[in-house]
Each structure stands twice: as C-alpha cells, then as structure tokens.
C-alpha cells in the first residue's frame, strides 16, 4: 500500500481527517473508525487507480488529504450504490 510518503501515523491520523471530510461532504453517519478506514484505503485505491492511468499524485500530508478525501467520497458513492 502506498503511504504517499506520510508514513503510518500520518496515514492514520490524515486518512481519518479525509474520511471524516468526506462524510460531511457525503453527508453520511459513519464512525471515527470507518472515517479512518475510508480515508486511508480511499487514498490507497485512488492512487492506485491514478498510477494505472499514469498520474503522478506527488507526496506529503497536503496530497493525501486531497486523494484521500476524493477517495472516500468515491467508496461512500459505491456502498450507497451497493445498498440500493
């Protein structure tokens, strides 16, 4: 998994503010731990999928933020889609 070079703390700590952005912006009723959970596997997926396509994200805290939020918005709009 890549970390965008903000290591695991920061993952966790700014995959959590990513997720929980994402579920104001969603407006979705999720916990700390899901928020945490999205935020970081919605960066891990979204830079993945950006790498495939041949986007280079950067690194640092900022640049997680941002592919993380997008990211977790991405995985709120799946499982809606799923659930109906």
Known sequence: MDLNG?????AIVVGGIA???AEQFMKSNMGL???IILGIIGAAAL???LSLAGIYTG???LVY???GFIGACILIAIARAVRR
């Open 6 to 10: 903000v290591g695991i703390l920061g």
């Open 47 to 49: 830079n993945f999928v």
């Open 33 to 35: 731990f899901m928020n």
């Open 19 to 21: 997720g929980w952005l």
């Open 65 to 67: 933020l941002i592919v």
């Open 59 to 61: 690194t640092g805290l």
